[in-house]
């Protein structure tokens, strides 16, 4: 009986990391068409019908183009790093409550952060490994933007687990059943949308693909299968997020197709701040991070801290009333 049920939750992950696969693939054409839109053009429509299968003949083309390997890199971190960085935000995903049962625990905000922690080693070991000043550079600024932009995310994570009092997602569902969190604490909500940003080295925190003055950034001696896994697994984060901030903020009802809606519509925030938004300054994305954003959640957390202990105070003192 024990080996049926490993072998069911196996199966469910491997079903589940084919769905994310795929869904990535739509995701950049998705992201693709929005941008054509935004920019008055149409975006991919030959291959297939409306574009459909672009994304398909465009894994096929990167996937049988030559894989070159720099003469000076370090090989074993270098050709290990992009499928360290798939496997860490593939993995991630059990985090979040599925129909099957899969891997649900109580601890799953406390996984998410360490995986998102980890991804950062990977893209460090890829800019370092690759033998390049433009990657170096490309990752030592993904290595600081990361670090800056979790301390301020975990903090505005720590003020939404001390008001529900559980790492465990599914508790979201319950605490959000009336009133959903978005409207009690939209300034941090809109912190940490942007956190998510930053943390997926989106626009207009792309300053590890910096093209204007790091060619491509930690990427750029990557071809082939390297360079579609680090974007696989950076697509895939940005779907990870949106379900994320569906979960923790518009009121995390999975087993509703409005979820999805809700899923889709914060994945196109991504694509439209991209097609919005010009890149920051460096110096000024740090000086959000740590003068701006790091207050701004220690503050909130200070007043939920305090909030919480004056309702609990406040109930234990009816308690007595009463009695």
Do not use: H
């Amino acid at each position: 009986m024990v080996f049926i049920d490993i072998f069911l939750s196996l199966l469910s992950f491997f079903i589940l990391i084919i769905f994310i696969l795929v869904g990535v693939a739509f995701f950049t054409l998705f992201e693709r068409k929005i941008l054509g839109y935004i920019q008055v053009r149409s975006g991919p429509n030959k291959v297939g019908f409306l574009g459909m299968l672009q994304p398909f003949s465009d894994a096929i083309k990167l996937f049988s183009k030559e894989n070159v390997l720099p003469n000076f890199s370090n090989f074993i971190p270098y050709y290990f790093s992009p499928i360290f960085n798939l496997f860490l935000s593939l993995f991630i995903w059990v985090v979040i409550p599925y129909f099957s049962n899969m891997f649900m625990y109580s601890l799953g905000l406390i996984f998410f952060l360490c995986c998102a922690s980890l991804n950062v080693y990977s893209i460090m070991i890829a800019g370092w490994s690759s033998n390049s000043n433009y990657a170096l550079l490309g990752s030592l600024r993904s290595v600081a933007q990361s670090i800056s932009y979790e301390i301020s995310l975990f903090l505005i994570l720590l003020s939404f687990i001390i008001l529900t009092g559980s790492y465990y997602l599914l508790d979201f569902y319950f605490f959000q059943y009336y009133c959903w969190y978005i409207f009690m604490f939209f300034p941090l909500c809109l912190c940490l949308f942007s956190s998510f940003l930053a943390d997926t080295n989106r626009t207009p925190f792309d300053f590890a693909e910096g093209e204007s003055e790091l060619v491509s950034g930690f990427n750029i001696e990557y071809s082939s299968g390297g360079f579609i896994l680090i974007f696989l697994s950076e697509y895939s984060m940005i779907l990870f997020m949106s379900m994320l901030s569906c979960i923790i903020f518009f009121g995390g009802d999975l087993f509703s197709m409005i979820f999805y809606v809700k899923m889709i519509f914060i994945s196109f925030l991504f694509i439209w701040v991209r097609g919005t938004l010009p890149r920051f300054r460096y110096d000024k994305l740090m000086y959000l991070a740590w003068k701006c954003y790091l207050p701004l959640s220690l503050n909130f957390l200070f007043f939920y801290v305090g909030l919480k202990v004056f309702i609990i105070s406040l109930f234990f003192y009816w308690i007595d009333l009463s009695n």
